[in-house]
């Protein structure tokens, strides 16, 4: 079965994909992680798209879409996290598929105010020495603004400002909102709270995710 999870950044959409792979026996594939990869290896691909960043420019969907297709493996059942990013990129995905002899089954959207993204994303707080990270809220550290591990000093990341954060929300609400829209018509899309206890998520994810393999099996049976 081939599953994608869709939701804004903050949602929580990459832990509950690494979670729900364990648990359903899917592979996890994040766009991002293969674009880190084939950059850091030195790739073709890799080699084009750091010509793109490096600019601070978006990747083409084409090039992430090839990225993509070089990590697909015959067989297997994946859950996409956060791709399709774009219209274009969910039809190029149908494609890649197709010629594969599968489809998306079901397309997950978790919905999360903006407020409370903010919120979660402007509240981190990382160690320059150590690297630890800490919320203000969820994991504030024993003494405010000294790390628990090593005493330096924390900090908060540039991106992680509110006014950037709202903006990154932005852009995302305007790519995602087309490949909402596709899936919507397709009958493949499916709301989910993002905006409730993580383990309460898990196990809502987990029961939809499970209703569709048992669906998709009779189908192929």
């Known amino acids: 079965m081939q599953a994608v999870l869709l939701g804004p950044p903050g949602s929580g959409k990459g832990t509950q994909a690494s979670l729900l792979s364990d648990r359903l026996g899917f592979r996890h594939l994040a766009t991002g992680d293969i674009l880190r990869e084939e950059v850091k290896n030195k790739t073709k691909l890799g080699i084009e798209a750091k010509g793109y960043m490096d600019k601070g420019?978006?990747?083409?969907?084409?090039?992430?879409?090839e990225m993509v297709s070089s990590h697909l493996e015959p067989g297997e059942g994946y859950l996409w996290d956060g791709f399709p990013r774009t219209e274009a990129q969910a039809i190029g995905l149908d494609a890649l598929l197709a010629v594969r002899n599968l489809s998306v089954d079901l397309a997950v959207l978790l919905e999360v105010p903006d407020e409370v993204i903010i919120r979660r994303i402007s509240g981190r707080l990382f160690c320059p020495g150590c690297g630890a990270n800490y919320?203000?809220?969820s994991l504030p550290p024993k003494k405010a603004g000294?790390?628990?591990?090593?005493?330096?000093?924390?900090?908060?990341?540039v991106d992680d400002r509110p006014e950037v954060v709202a903006k990154r929300l932005k852009v995302y609400r305007e790519q995602t909102a087309p490949v909402v829209g596709?899936?919507?018509?397709q009958s493949k899309l499916v709301?989910?709270?993002?905006?409730?206890?993580?383990?309460?998520?898990?196990?809502?994810?987990?029961s939809i995710l499970q209703n569709a393999q048992r669906f998709s099996s009779?189908?192929?049976?």
């Open 182 to 185: 596709y899936y919507e018509a």
């Open 146 to 157: 000294d790390c628990d591990s090593c005493g330096g000093k924390l900090e908060a990341r």
């Open 57 to 65: 420019e978006l990747v083409p969907d084409k090039l992430i879409l």
């Open 135 to 137: 919320h203000r809220e």
């Open 191 to 206: 709301r989910v709270n993002g905006n409730q206890p993580p383990d309460k998520i898990t196990t809502e994810l987990a």
């Open 218 to 221: 009779k189908i192929d049976g």
